[in-house]
């Protein structure tokens, strides 16, 4: 007998018409969630929800989730979280180095970041809203380092890491070296920037990305790119 057969088999009937009702990701969450070993999800720039394309971890009780955003208010929703995993939050800002930083709160604060956005002749073409990012405010924070961020949970568990900080993903890699050099990390989501001129200024680039991550034997599995809009 196969292993799919045997699994299938295996799950009863009442749980497959269950599942039946939902989308395959959550039918493949519902049925390997609850098998996964402990681990820790930190989630960075976690404004407003959590990552919902992580559902495997979200769903697992075994797992520690931590929401990392400095826009306190935009954590409220883990004031009511309904997901199986243990949820704490950081909203401290995270750098390379740690320390005082400027953050740029753009006018929508999702793309707020601590490198200041800056529009160059070759994207003032492609922006189709300015009001996203302007006016922006500078506001003086504190932050500290990914090494930090997972100091006090357990060590001996491993780290998926997801990053969407609108320009310092790489850097946020850079400041734990530790982590690298002790096999903690084992998965990482990131967004990159391709453009040749990047909206926020000094972001590090997608084949800076894939050089960092190679040296330490990680590999690429999957790319999705968000196009630039059009304008009319």
Request: proline residues 8%; charged residues 20%; aromatic residues 10%.
């Amino acid at each position: 007998m196969s292993l799919g057969l045997a699994l299938r088999r295996a799950i009863p009937q009442s749980l497959k018409n269950r599942l039946r009702q939902f989308s395959a990701p959550w039918r493949l969450s519902a049925l390997l969630s609850p098998y996964l070993p402990p681990a820790v999800c930190i989630d960075v720039g976690a404004s407003y929800y959590p990552h919902a394309k992580w559902l495997l971890f979200l769903n697992s009780p075994k797992v520690r989730w931590v929401a990392v955003e400095p826009n306190e208010a935009n954590l409220a929703y883990v004031r009511s979280w309904a997901w199986p995993c243990q949820v704490s939050t950081c909203t401290t800002g995270l750098s390379r180095d740690g320390g005082p930083q400027t953050l740029f709160v753009t006018n929508v604060d999702t793309g707020s970041s601590l490198l200041m956005p800056e529009i160059g002749p070759a994207m003032q073409h492609r922006i189709t809203n300015l009001d996203y990012f302007f006016p922006v405010r500078e506001r003086r924070i504190e932050t500290i380092t990914l090494e930090r961020v997972q100091q006090d949970l357990p060590q001996d568990l491993p780290v998926f890491v997801k990053l969407d900080t609108q320009g310092t993903e790489l850097s946020i890699l850079q400041g734990a070296p530790s982590m690298f050099d002790a096999q903690r990390i084992v998965g990482i989501e990131l967004e990159s920037t391709l453009q040749a001129q990047p909206i926020m200024k000094g972001a590090g680039k997608f084949w800076q990305a894939c050089a960092y991550l190679e040296e330490r034997g990680f590999e690429l599995l999957h790319v999705k790119p968000i196009h630039a809009a059009r304008r009319a």
